[in-house]
């Protein structure tokens, strides 16, 4: 929303972010129930470049920065979380999150494709980071021809 003042001389524009913060944008590939009740906004306007901090929803951690800046448009950044590996699945056999990039960095092959790996793990058609395995965590085939697969950096709740 932006706040004009006139005078007769010159013209002043302010951008507040006046409307509550957004809730977050959670990356997950599977149709899980992300209870977003429990993030932590902020309903208090905000000045332009002021930043706030935020708590993802149970079950997910911040994605990078744990704040959101007022921006010059007056809206909020959207706060990004991505849902993590629980205590009770320390392997990650049920991560079901949108990770698709390994520890080094490497892209994840999609687990559908048989190009650059052939493989037997045919039953998800994304390329995220998993464990159909029973592995010590999650991992992925990768798209380098030069190295199979690798562990994938999942955060730990």
Not at 3 to 17: W, Y
Not at 72 to 97: F, H, L, M
Not at 133 to 152: A, L, M, V
């Amino acid at each position: 929303m932006r706040v004009s003042h006139s005078t007769n001389k010159s013209s002043c524009f302010i951008s507040r972010c006046v409307e509550a913060t957004p809730p977050p944008y959670i990356g997950y590939s599977a149709n899980i129930s992300v209870d977003v009740s429990s993030y932590t906004g902020n309903n208090t306007p905000g000045n332009v470049g002021e930043s706030r901090n935020f708590t993802c929803p149970q079950g997910t951690v911040a994605f990078g920065k744990e704040t959101i800046t007022c921006l010059a448009n007056g809206q909020w950044e959207t706060p990004r979380c991505q849902v993590c590996i629980e205590s009770t699945d320390p392997k990650g056999e049920n991560y079901w999150g949108s990770k698709n990039m390994t520890y080094t960095g490497k892209t994840c092959q999609r687990w559908d494709s048989q190009t650059p790996h052939s493989h037997s793990y045919q039953n998800n058609p994304e390329n995220y980071c998993r464990n159909p395995s029973n592995h010590n965590g999650t991992w992925c085939y990768t798209t380098d021809p030069d190295s199979r697969w690798e562990d994938c950096d999942v955060p730990k709740c």
